[in-house]
């Protein structure tokens, strides 16, 4: 089968020294959806797989059998996915859909959506023998659109691991030294509580700090161009941090951390294989916690809203909400890790996610 990917794609290409911006643009500017993707393929078995989206519709219906869209948090009210919908509708191929979310800041059905999203969902329900969505809430949601054939399969990053699953470690809370920390200061605004949100994304850097934590950036202009240490970076980038920080850590501080602490990936592989290093990883970013738990390093998402909140449930991730939380205990939230079968859920719904991409005519990987 021939493949061609719309959405989030699974690595990018980039001259050396190219701009980590430019780079960040390249994965839709959020280094987390390349896990998405790379997840979604590492399952199913293709010929081959392209996602040049200057190529022509018509084009890509002449060579290729399938679209396949890894998908995210699509389904958001600022949203407008109508030149999607229009390509989708140009090649006029059989869809396969993964991981479609909802995002919100509450569990409200009736979301408001742009037309071109609206048109979207259209075209991918006509098209789809199911469509894949992050959780029970995408779900209503495109019930109350009259959309019923969805399968609630969570993210396609959860399942790449294969039929090995999850095995996390088990270390003592005493025994965890290595710690890897994430957080977004760009995703406040549509959180479940604005206010705090903002003083737990404080106290994740804080405690990060105080422990000398590693930062893993996925879409955070300033870190990344710190963690890659690019040419174009400033001062300014560190004094946008810093002064952010003010009120809970001295700037000296920061810029010590922030010199030698700060990390990106662009490479999914590379990811994988880095985060074994740590003990313990946690913070606002699903996939940063995500790549954690495929390589047994226990995690804890800090749920802030639906698009999170709704697969880690269905999931069965180690989780907390925001609303839960009065200030980051590193031993709560390790304890919270350790606490969660993973593994149980994980045998539950691998072969449930395998039975969803055969019915949507993709052939599973051996």
């Not at 399942?159 to 995703?187: C, P, T, W």
């Not at 994304?201 to 963690?227: N, P, W």
Request: glycine content about 8%.
């Amino acid at each position: 089968m021939n493949i061609f990917l719309l959405g989030a794609t699974p690595s990018i290409s980039s001259e050396p020294g190219e701009d980590p911006l430019f780079k960040l643009a390249k994965t839709g500017g959020n280094t987390g959806n390349q896990v998405i993707a790379y997840g979604l393929l590492s399952r199913i078995a293709y010929e081959s797989v392209a996602w040049d989206y200057r190529v022509d519709p018509k084009e890509v219906h002449e060579r290729y059998d399938m679209i396949v869209i890894p998908a995210a948090n699509f389904l958001f009210p600022q949203f407008d996915f109508g030149g999607m919908a229009h390509y989708i509708e140009q090649a006029n191929l059989p869809v396969t859909i993964v991981g479609l979310g909802a995002q919100s800041n509450n569990y409200n059905p009736q979301i408001d959506l742009m037309p071109g999203t609206e048109r979207f969902v259209r075209v991918i329900a006509e098209r789809a023998t199911s469509i894949g969505v992050r959780g029970p809430y995408t779900q209503e949601v495109l019930a109350k659109r009259g959309v019923h054939n969805v399968t609630v399969t969570g993210c396609p990053s959860y399942y790449m691991g294969g039929s090995d699953g999850m095995n996390l470690r088990q270390l003592s809370f005493d025994e965890v030294k290595r710690i890897s920390i994430n957080a977004s200061r760009d995703v406040i605004g549509h959180s479940f509580d604005k206010q705090k949100m903002k003083r737990l994304v404080l106290d994740i850097y804080q405690t990060g700090i105080t422990h000398g934590a590693d930062f893993v950036a996925q879409s955070e202009h300033a870190e990344i161009r710190l963690a890659e240490q690019h040419p174009s970076s400033t001062d300014d980038e560190m004094k946008e941090i810093g002064s952010f920080l003010s009120d809970v850590v001295p700037h000296e501080a920061v810029r010590e951390w922030v010199k030698k602490h700060l990390k990106v990936f662009f490479d999914v592989p590379q990811w994988l294989d880095k985060i074994e290093q740590y003990d313990f990883v946690f913070g606002t970013r699903f996939h940063g916690c995500m790549v954690a738990l495929q390589r047994g390093v226990p995690a804890t998402v800090i749920c802030h809203d639906t698009r999170t909140e709704d697969m880690c449930k269905f999931l069965g991730m180690p989780h907390v909400s925001i609303l839960e939380l009065s200030g980051i205990d590193l031993q709560d939230l390790y304890e919270r890790a350790g606490a969660t079968n993973v593994a149980q859920r994980y045998g539950e719904l691998y072969p449930q996610y395998m039975e969803f991409l055969t019915k949507n005519g993709l052939t599973l990987r051996s």
